[in-house]
């Protein structure tokens, strides 16, 4: 059963009328529904969101009355198609900000999250479009997450996590799961970055750990990290 939204001939209006607030719930909507679940439950959305289900149900309705989403009665949520779209550029926006900040003014991969979701919300798409030339037309950003073009294309590649990579293969660090400045700072200490290849040589039982080959080194890194770093297998 959907909430039920009349149809309204001035949708479009309220288009460009979006918060920050609104944008930033359907950004939210849109990468839990990429981690593989077509209807993402308000729960999920209030964790992700740092809030509460209240909230996140007052929200749902504002975001519906603008027809940006569906609201599938004791499941979840869907993005509309006018809801996909903008959450999209939402995505491009930001992830282009991040690489403008890392590439042209120096900033490290743990310093640019909070910036780049300032940034985002600058309604210019012409700026957008400039900044994405000006940069190359990047295909990822700095967490090796992969940026929308202007028609909403992602480009998409083999990759697996870390912990589920067999002992003994070899992969090269192409992404992370957690963009967090604590977690991208235990990765800087520990000389991993997009591009490093790892090696596992050893899988411990009691708790998951992992020691790697790193270059000439040997390192080991807890299950929980193995869970955030996306590799693709060499």
Not at 154 to 164: A, C
Not at 209 to 226: F, M, N, P, Q, Y
Request: proline share 3%; glycine share 6%; aromatic share 8%.
């Amino acid at each position: 059963m959907y909430l039920g939204v009349v149809y309204c001939p001035y949708a479009r209006l309220f288009l460009q009328n979006m918060t920050a607030a609104e944008e930033n719930y359907l950004k939210a909507i849109f990468k839990l529904s990429q981690e593989g679940v077509e209807v993402v439950s308000t729960n999920a959305i209030a964790a992700q969101m740092k809030t509460s289900a209240a909230s996140v149900t007052d929200m749902i309705k504002r975001l519906a009355e603008k027809q940006m989403v569906v609201y599938v009665k004791y499941k979840g949520v869907e993005l509309t198609a006018e809801g996909n779209a903008k959450a999209k550029e939402m995505v491009r926006n930001h992830r282009i900000w991040e690489v403008f900040l890392v590439e042209k003014l120096n900033f490290g991969w743990d310093e640019i999250h909070d910036i780049a979701e300032q940034l985002e919300h600058i309604k210019s798409k012409d700026l957008i479009m400039r900044l994405d030339s000006f940069l190359g037309f990047p295909r990822f950003d700095p967490h090796g997450d992969p940026i929308p073009d202007a028609q909403g294309e992602m480009q998409q590649r083999s990759e697996t996590l870390l912990s589920e990579l067999p002992a003994g293969e070899s992969g090269i660090v192409v992404g992370v799961k957690d963009t967090s400045s604590s977690f991208l700072q235990h990765l800087d200490k520990m000389e991993i970055e997009l591009g490093t290849s790892l090696t596992i040589t050893d899988r411990v039982d009691y708790d998951g750990s992992l020691e790697l080959k790193h270059g000439d080194r040997t390192i080991s890194v807890s299950e929980r990290v193995a869970q955030n770093i996306y590799v693709k297998q060499v």
